[in-house]
């Protein structure tokens, strides 16, 4: 998929129109489709560039950042896709700088159904079905550690999320056990070659409020960084979302899947089982870093904004339920 002419300038007229706090009151009106931890995802409502997401990542200081970036972006994808199996949807990118010369960097997606999601489907489908999603999703996720442990030059990561899985054709669809997944969640492309970290990691600090920048490089950022490379700790995520997607009663049984699936089809990766209180104890204190991190960001945006009378460049939920 590319961006044609047209709609790049739609595009680039709607970023100066837009209003970071109130994305529905822009120029042109957006409608958040989900929040990330760090970036937002809308559809921009105008003829032109309807069946598209967006994922806006304001966060870089100079061309060659925008340029490391896409390199890593680009190539994360072709890793993806071409190397280990894994289906994307149709994509592109953009960047260019607002009106208040800030360098702006736009993911383009084919808009999926909301339905399809994986957050969503899971709230429709039944118990059985459920479940049988949490093994699709794990199948996908062997692939990128099956890939990692045939080679050692490059090594791949992955957030593998419910929410960042769309199931194609649902609801509509064959068996899950047919379906195939798409996976959407390809703004943070974390890969290392030789063991070097192609993602500049600063750039998970830069919507961060100045005053926390340096306490989440000391405590926080080589974890959330290294949880992604492994799978034990990925798996235990996958469940832990659970919680958050309100469907804390599947937690046991997907605990169960999850070490079935550890113990056979991955058996050769040699990952250690999960357990229900590894689970909870991770829901727990990652949703307490996360809201207070949410607070703090909001805190920042309030000085910048009614203090200071700047710009604060990123888009907040009001709350994110947990």
Do not use: C
Request: aromatic share 10%; hydrophobic share 40%; net charge negative.
């Amino acid at each position: 998929m590319s961006l044609s002419q047209l709609q790049l300038k739609l595009l680039q007229e709607f970023e100066r129109g837009l209003d970071p706090q109130h994305p529905a009151r822009s120029r042109i009106s957006a409608r958040v489709l989900g929040y990330g931890e760090i970036s937002t995802v809308f559809e921009i409502q105008t003829e032109a560039l309807r069946g598209l997401a967006f994922k806006r990542l304001p966060l870089f200081n100079d061309e060659h950042e925008v340029e490391r970036y896409r390199t890593a972006f680009v190539e994360y994808n072709r890793l993806l896709e071409q190397e280990i199996g894994i289906h994307l949807p149709p994509q592109d990118d953009a960047s260019f700088r607002n009106p208040a010369g800030r360098l702006i960097f736009y993911i383009v997606q084919k808009q999926l159904p909301a339905a399809s999601m994986g957050n969503r489907a899971l709230r429709a489908l039944s118990r059985e079905d459920a479940l049988v999603l949490v093994r699709r999703v794990l199948q996908e996720l062997r692939k990128v550690w099956a890939f990692n442990r045939r080679q050692h030059r490059v090594q791949v990561a992955i957030d593998g999320q419910i929410s960042n899985w769309s199931i194609e054709g649902y609801p509509d669809h064959p068996p899950l056990e047919q379906a195939s997944l798409l996976y959407v969640d390809t703004s943070t492309p974390l890969f290392r070659v030789e063991g070097v970290e192609q993602l500049d990691p600063e750039l998970f600090l830069r919507s961060a409020p100045s005053f926390l920048v340096w306490i989440l490089r000391l405590l926080f950022l080589k974890d959330v960084v290294n949880r992604y490379y492994d799978f034990h700790l990925v798996a235990v995520d996958l469940v832990a979302n659970f919680y958050k997607e309100q469907k804390p009663d599947l937690v046991p049984d997907a605990v169960q899947v999850v070490n079935e699936f550890l113990a056979g089809e991955a058996a050769e990766l040699g990952v250690n089982p999960i357990d229900e209180k590894q689970v909870r104890d991770y829901y727990r204190e990652d949703a307490l870093i996360w809201s207070l991190y949410l607070a703090m960001r909001k805190i920042d945006r309030f000085i910048r904004t009614e203090l200071l009378h700047g710009e604060y460049p990123y888009i907040l939920p009001e709350q994110i339920k947990r």
